[in-house]
């Protein structure tokens, strides 16, 4: 009786801890953005986080994939080239936004490979 008890408390708990992912660290997370932003010819002078937050089981799986919002407190971004869209900015040029959302998940079917997926509160993205 005791074994099937241990058997049964064990495989409630594999099957719960599979399941659960880790929340992307800072590093993470200033890594995608660096990515997603150096395809927009924009690079990171400066970025001060603030919290990452899954929400609910509902708002963290994005098409099947956990995702988690993730508040910018402050971001200074600098053009690496010209740009004309969506907001003019010459190279070396330089812009702070505070307060930004951004969403990460993950991508595809690879654990602990986070791209953006959104980005509110910044409008030259």
Not at 69 to 96: N, R
Request: proline share 4%; aromatic share 8%.
């Amino acid at each position: 009786m005791k074994f099937r008890y241990a058997c049964a408390t064990a495989l409630v708990v594999l099957l719960f801890t599979a399941g659960c992912r880790e929340t992307p660290t800072e590093g993470t997370v200033r890594d995608a953005m660096t990515r997603y932003l150096a395809a927009r010819h924009l690079s990171i002078r400066f970025l001060e986080m603030g919290e990452i937050s899954g929400g609910s089981m509902n708002t963290q799986a994005y098409m099947g994939n956990p995702a988690y919002t993730i508040v910018i407190k402050s971001i200074t971004l600098e053009a690496t080239q010209d740009i004309f869209v969506p907001a003019p900015m010459k190279k070396g040029q330089s812009a702070t936004y505070s307060n930004v959302r951004i969403k990460v998940r993950e991508k595809g079917n690879q654990q602990d490979n986070w791209e953006v997926s959104v980005i509110s509160g910044m409008p030259t993205l």
